[in-house]
């Protein structure tokens, strides 16, 4: 109980943002990262195609969304990871009373992001998918986590500022750690601030589908 509040005050919590953070495994995961970096970095290398996508829409960084979007289907490493992420989502999706009957959800999406120093990942959301999230395969220390906008923000017409100890905030930034992953609704805007620290930040973006 939060001795802020009065135990008899009548406030309920409406429309909850729930998002999931995790590691992905208990066991093997510097192997798997081992190879997931090996693949990322190669696959950068060797993708033309997508180093033009990204100088046109991911200034100074790297990703295979434009070019290789369904890694889990080339890679038996990526098909791995995207294994174990599934039984996440199942997780998420029972925390979060989806209603699934009759349809599974499946990933549809899954592509790597190399971001180096400067680098930034503007406000988005991720259409068309139910459930997305990240994965992170190398994290330097100091490099940026994932920030999340509040869904309301654009609603708030003539509200104060809040508190600097405020529970409820207008943006939420998630700490990004290597071996972990992070699930939100595909709705949820979000974005990764610049990338403050030499060494690139690898990480691994994918979408569950539901229709």
């Known amino acids: 109980m939060d001795d802020r509040y009065p135990r008899a005050m009548p406030i309920r919590a409406l429309f909850p943002t729930l998002v999931y953070e995790a590691p992905l495994q208990r066991a093997g995961?510097?192997?798997?990262?081992?190879?997931?970096?090996?693949e990322s970095l190669q696959l950068q290398a060797d993708d033309a195609a997508g180093r033009r996508w990204s100088a046109r829409n991911y200034p100074g960084g790297y990703t295979s969304y434009g070019s290789q979007s369904r890694m889990h289907t080339i890679s038996p490493t990526f098909e791995r990871l995207g294994r174990a992420l599934a039984r996440h989502v199942r997780a998420y999706a029972r925390a979060l009373e989806l209603d699934l009957e009759g349809r599974a959800l499946s990933l549809t999406d899954c592509w790597v992001n190399v971001m180096p120093r400067q680098v930034v990942h503007g406000l988005h959301l991720h259409p068309l998918s139910t459930i997305s999230g990240t994965y992170y395969v190398r994290t330097p220390r100091g490099a940026p986590g994932l920030k999340l906008?509040?869904?309301?923000?654009?609603?708030?017409?003539?509200?104060?500022?809040?508190?600097?100890d405020a529970r409820a905030r207008h943006w939420i930034t998630l700490p990004a750690r290597a071996g972990r992953l992070i699930l939100f609704e595909s709705w949820l805007r979000h974005e990764v601030p610049p990338n403050p620290v030499a060494a690139p930040r690898v990480s691994i973006s994918f979408n569950f589908g539901w229709f």
């Open 29 to 38: 995961l510097a192997d798997l990262n081992r190879r997931l970096l090996r």
């Open 149 to 164: 906008e509040d869904p309301r923000l654009d609603r708030f017409m003539a509200a104060p500022p809040r508190r600097a």
